[in-house]
């Protein structure tokens, strides 16, 4: 089965710009996550769906950071406007719902200047 | 109290020594420890997970240690390769809810 793509790989973009990220989580996958990671650290949670309904967007910066995951299936992240901290790798998971094992997709990596 | 402290930062081992990589957890609501490794420019993939009711687990080389009372889990891996050299994250999560990841370790293996 395919694994969960995000598209794009890389993106560089000047402070106060905005950007879009995309995932296709594994076809059947009720649940999907985007995680933000840092250079030298964990990935840390941004947003959960489950279907398209949001479960949990406690540490989203809501002021800046938007998603979405209309019909439950793609989902995008926004981040408007950008900040020189947001520079980090976005990875989209997802999940089979009834199993505990989360795929994670190559990641972009966006650079802010 | 939703934290994962994993330690050490960076570790090298020579090629068939057994390298291991330990987390705290301090939430005693999580009921699934998985281990994820990561290779420069991939995203993380599961490589080995236990639940709290097993104080072991073995998949291939990988062995899991789990201490309930302790709330602590390590990673050890077997006659380590070179192609082990990466960043290995270990994670607690709670049913259905968000893995909270360990801040990784850096694993290198000497030929």
């Known amino acids: 089965e395919a694994g969960v793509a995000q598209s794009p790989r890389y993106k560089i973009i000047e402070k106060r710009q905005s950007v879009a990220f995309w995932c296709n989580p594994i076809?059947?996958?009720?649940?999907l996550y985007w995680y933000q990671q840092i250079l030298g650290q964990g990935p840390k949670l941004l947003i959960q769906?489950?279907?398209?309904?949001?479960?949990?967007d406690s540490q989203l910066p809501k002021d800046r950071f938007s998603a979405e995951r209309l019909k439950g299936v793609d989902s995008t992240l926004k981040i408007q406007p950008a900040k020189l901290e947001d520079s980090a790798v976005y990875l989209c998971?997802?999940?089979?719902?009834?199993?505990?094992?989360?795929?994670f997709g190559q990641g972009t990596r966006l650079t802010v200047v | 109290q939703q934290q994962v402290k994993q330690s050490p930062q960076s570790l090298i081992v020579q090629k068939g020594g057994i390298p291991i990589i330990n987390c705290a957890y301090e939430?005693?609501?999580?009921?699934?420890f998985p281990w994820y490794q990561q290779f420069p420019g991939k995203g993380p993939a599961l490589l080995i997970a236990?639940?709290?009711?097993?104080s072991e687990k073995k998949e291939g080389r990988f062995t899991i240690s789990f201490n309930k009372s302790a709330k602590q889990f390590s990673l050890h891996i077997m006659d380590s390769q070179p192609g082990d050299s990466a960043t290995y994250f270990c994670?607690?999560?709670?049913?259905?809810?968000?893995?909270?990841f360990g801040q990784g370790t850096r694993l290198t293996i000497n030929p």
């Open positions: 998971a997802s999940r089979r719902t009834g199993n505990t094992e989360a795929f």
């Open positions: 076809s059947g996958h009720a649940t």
């Open positions: 769906f489950q279907n398209n309904g949001v479960v949990d």
């Open positions: 939430n005693t609501a999580f009921d699934y």
């Open positions: 236990i639940r709290p009711d097993v």
């Open positions: 994670a607690a999560s709670r049913g259905a809810q968000k893995l909270v």
